[in-house]
Nanobody, 123 residues
Framework: DVQLQASGGGLVQAGGSLRLSCAAS????????IGWFRQAPGKEREGVSY????????YYADSVKGRFTISSDNAKNTVYLRMNSPKPEDTAVYYC????????????????WGQGTLVTVSS
């Protein structure tokens, strides 16, 4: 069975840095993409970034572009989200999920949500 486990959340000061990890298991090959999502209290879940495990192409939501960096370690089946210069509005539970394709057409295509990790950014 495919499983995704997000970790690395915690309390960080605005302007600091934090790295989240998404450990994936149960996959064969690299024809899939891993995405990061977040859900703040009282708000809908939103897509943050994703990466293709086959060619490592990436995509970022405008809200995090230039501040967050997504990367992968295929040997470890792990995807990272480096959060640089976080802002209080980045406070949310962060989740990772998978699309079984190297091409992502829609945020709605992501599946197999892992347990989230809470990120709190203090001002």
């Amino acid at each position: 069975d495919v499983q995704l486990q997000a970790s690395g959340g915690g309390l960080v000061q605005a302007g600091g840095s934090l790295r989240l990890s998404c450990a994936a298991s149960g996959f064969t090959g690299d024809d899939y993409s891993i995405g990061w999502f977040r859900q703040a209290p009282g708000k809908e879940r939103e897509g943050v970034s994703y990466i293709s495990m086959s060619d490592r192409s990436t995509y970022y939501a405008d809200s995090v572009k230039g501040r967050f960096t997504i990367s992968s370690d295929n040997a470890k089946n792990t995807v990272y989200l480096r959060m640089n210069s976080p802002k209080p509005e980045d406070t949310a539970v962060y989740y990772c999920a998978v699309v079984y394709s190297s091409v992502v057409r829609s945020w709605a295509d992501f599946r197999s949500w892992g347990q989230g990790t809470l990120v709190t950014v203090s001002s």
